[in-house]
T-cell receptor, first 114, second 111 residues
């Protein structure tokens, strides 16, 4: 099984809402990633978890809060977002952080902030 | 700092024609290089990767890429384009613990 799943597929939220994005993998990977992707642009790294600990935070605003409850799950909690946060949010995983290991991507959550 | 340059943000080819998507990298050490494809409203799918073994790498869907150290290039090719190849293609370099993506090339296949 080389699948990374993400829910929901689409999300529309107001600027005062609180919502969460979920990501799951069962490949035994110990590194998980959140990316933000705007249309026709490459993914931008937001967070990296390595062995369930946050190892990279790319200066992401605090209205985005990641959580890694266990080695298979990754959440992204959203609060008080801005319209410019509308984007495709991609989750990825790899065996470990670094090395020669490719990242496996989920299908993404299309987020619209109104 | 590492960087990846993809020449040509848009490439159009006729169905059955050769596909050539260009990728150049800057790296002071041998890099690990990847090509990903992204279909509309989907995540990224790995096409192939170079990890310092054979310089000619074969991937899925008939794609291949050749690592040329002297040219710091890792261009993606496919002998005969198919309509289903229309997508966004990203070259990426992995150094240390981080991926660096190129800006992407949108491939259009003309029937």
């Amino acid at each position: 099984d080389t699948e990374v799943t993400q829910t929901p597929k689409h999300l529309v939220m107001g600027m005062t809402n609180k919502k969460s994005l979920k990501c799951e993998q069962h490949m035994g990977h110990r590194a998980m990633y959140w990316y933000k992707q705007k249309a026709k642009k490459p993914p931008e790294l937001m967070f990296v978890y390595s062995y369930e600990k946050l190892s990279i935070n790319e200066s992401v605003p605090s209205r985005f809060s990641p959580e890694c409850p266990n080695s298979s799950l990754l959440n992204l909690h959203l609060h008080a977002l801005q319209p410019e946060d509308s984007a495709l949010y991609l989750c990825a995983s790899s065996q470990v952080q670094g090395g020669t290991y490719e990242q496996y991507f989920g299908p993404g959550t299309r987020l619209t902030v109104t | 700092a590492q960087s990846v340059t993809q020449l040509g943000s848009h490439v159009s080819v006729s169905e059955g024609a050769l596909v050539l998507l260009r990728c150049n990298y800057s790296s002071s050490v041998p890099p690990y290089l990847f090509w990903y494809v992204q279909y509309p409203n989907q995540g990224l799918q790995l096409l192939l990767k170079y990890t310092s073994a054979a310089t000619l790498v074969k991937g899925i869907n008939g794609f291949e890429a050749e690592f040329k150290k002297s040219e710091t290039s890792f261009h993606l090719t496919k002998p005969s384009a198919h309509m289903s190849d229309a997508a966004e293609y990203f070259c990426a370099v992995l150094t240390g613990n981080q991926f660096y993506f190129g800006t992407g090339t949108s491939l259009t296949v003309i029937p």
